[in-house]
């Protein structure tokens, strides 16, 4: 049995993840092998066969880092079958393999009854996690990631983070929620839930996110 497995290490996220997680028990499954890590810690496959490579991993923890934007998949329908339909089925497979943990990246507002495709999508990928089963999910809601990431910056990306100091401070009571977080950060608080034990579905928001990475 692999102890932590990793989705989506090419994104922000997922390779602030594999910086952070140093000799920890990680392995990561993708399409292409991502940078700086060890090949025997890598299962490289097509995403249509990661079911049958999840239930030969067989992980005790599944950490989804997936995630594109509309603009990047060229269209909603390819923006779901990433964020919604690829996510789902790694997820499905790792319950079905056994795995009780399930630790997943969506984003701050995400609802299924939100009017906004992207939100709406994140919001119903929280939902059917929760309902699959698993002893524990944990469920970040990061707002602006900061960060490098790997290939063009999204749009809009790099004003975003340039302001963010500035609407950072600006954004007080609920709306800290809003507040720009570093991928770091994300992942430190990824791999604190990952050696956390009990039982349920925990969201965790900005200031959880910081308090979880300290």
């Known amino acids: ?8 290490a090419t994104g922000m996220v997922g390779s602030a993840v594999i910086a952070e997680a140093g000799g920890a028990p990680l392995h990561v499954l993708a399409r292409h092998s991502p940078p700086g890590v060890d090949v025997s810690r890598v ?11 999840i239930a030969t991993l ?20 390819a923006f779901r079958a990433v ?9 499905g497979a790792a319950r ?16 299924a009854a939100s009017r906004n495709f992207y939100l709406s999508t994140k919001g119903q990928v ?5 309902a699959l089963g698993f002893d524990r999910v944990d469920l970040l809601r ?6 490098d990431r790997q290939g063009p910056r999204r749009t809009g990306e790099a004003m975003a983070m340039l ?3 500035l609407t950072d401070a600006l954004m007080q009571g609920p709306l800290r929620r809003y507040r720009s977080v570093r991928a770091s950060a994300v992942a430190r608080a990824i791999l604190t839930l990952a050696a956390t034990g009990g039982t349920g579905v925990h969201v965790h928001e900005h200031d959880a996110i910081m308090s979880l990475a300290d």
Do not use: F, K, N, Y
């Open 58 to 77: 067989a992980p005790r923890i599944l950490i989804s880092a997936l995630g594109t934007t509309i603009a990047q998949a060229g269209s909603q329908a």
């Open 83 to 91: 964020d919604h339909d690829l996510v789902l089925t790694a997820a």
């Open 1 to 8: 049995m692999t102890d932590m497995l990793l989705i989506g």
């Open 96 to 111: 079905a393999a056994g795995t009780r943990h399930m630790i997943a990246v969506s984003s701050v507002g995400a609802s």
């Open 43 to 53: 299962t490289i496959s097509p995403s249509e066969d990661w079911p049958a490579a």
């Open 142 to 147: 990061p707002g602006l990631l900061m960060g």
């Open 163 to 165: 302001l963010a100091p």
């Open 126 to 130: 929280e939902d059917e996690l929760a």
